[in-house]
């Protein structure tokens, strides 16, 4: 299958070249595709070159399916005439998660809604998709009334700028920042930008895109986002009400069966899970599962996923293998 990458070069577009050859995805032709600047350059992937080109020859090379991450402002230019062009798009950027018309997509969870219409299709924010994992199966089985969320969030999530301020702060080094606040031993409550109501454009995403996700706009959901010094991933506290109550053991027992999840809830033995631990692993962790004693059928958890594996590149792999195993490529 011919493939483009679009952003090839950039955090999210490496894993996913990485991902694609790690789950041996079936890759006959390779389209890299970067800004003006990295044309004709050359990446590597699975030990072979491959030269970068530009969006206009990739869209001629005519691919059967083009995975976006190089911003929205891109995908809102570029997306439609990929598609127009017969082009399956899978697009890592915000520019088309809630819009109508548009398929967000995280295949442990609504794979189902897929058809073979969908041309561009979109992946979901990265603290969303490791908490609808979770979520789903529980929902299935007691339904979901309110989730509180708290999120703790690696600065690869910001880019490799902020990982750089991140390691020259340990150093001692003055240079560029991403933050508007030093991020090494310090936690930000900021990510995105700050909306009329209070909250950032990041809280509201994971409100807005849980609703379209799970397919159900009762669920009520408040967030809290927070940028902390870590790289291995992004951490999340929980607190879901169910309408109906349940077992622990029971809800220990359909998360260690639930597709994309591994369970790690052993506080014996200090198992529980950890950027540390989740980073480079396309599984959502959860763990720290106990009753929340204040009011009833009320759960507490703690969820980790690496952000950009099962956060980005993972979970649009996935929707590509999606879609090859329904015949929607062809």
Known sequence: ???????????????????LAERN????????VASA????????????????????????????LALFSAGGDTSLEWAPKFAAAGITVIDNSSAWRMDATKKLVVPEVNQNTLISSDKIIANPNCSTIQMVVVLKPLHD???????????????????????????????????????????DMNAIPHIDVFLENGYTKEEMKMVYET????????????????????????????????????????????????PGITLQDDNENFNYPMPLTAHDKDDTFVGRIRRDETQPNTLNCWIVSDNLRKGAATNAVQIAEALVEKGLLF
């Open 1 to 19: 299958m011919k493939i483009a990458v679009i952003g090839a070069t950039g955090l999210v577009g490496t894993k996913m070249l990485e991902v």
């Open 25 to 32: 995805f079936n890759v006959t032709e390779l389209i890299p």
């Open 37 to 64: 600047k990295s044309i004709g350059k050359e990446i590597m992937y699975k030990g072979k070159p491959y030269k970068v080109t530009g969006m206009q020859a990739a869209i001629d090379a005519k691919p059967a």
């Open 141 to 183: 089985k007691y339904k979901i009334k309110r989730v509180v969320v708290s999120t703790y969030q690696s600065v690869t999530g910001t880019g490799v700028k902020a990982v750089a301020q991140m390691m020259n702060e340990r150093k001692g080094i003055t240079g560029e920042m991403a933050y508007k606040h030093p991020i």
């Open 211 to 258: 609703k379209k996700i799970m397919g159900d706009d009762s669920i009520k959901v408040t967030a809290t986002c927070v940028r902390i010094p870590t790289i291995g991933g992004h951490s999340e506290s929980v607190n879901i009400e169910f309408e109906n109550d349940f077992d622990l053991a029971e809800v220990r027992r359909i998360l260690s069966n639930a």
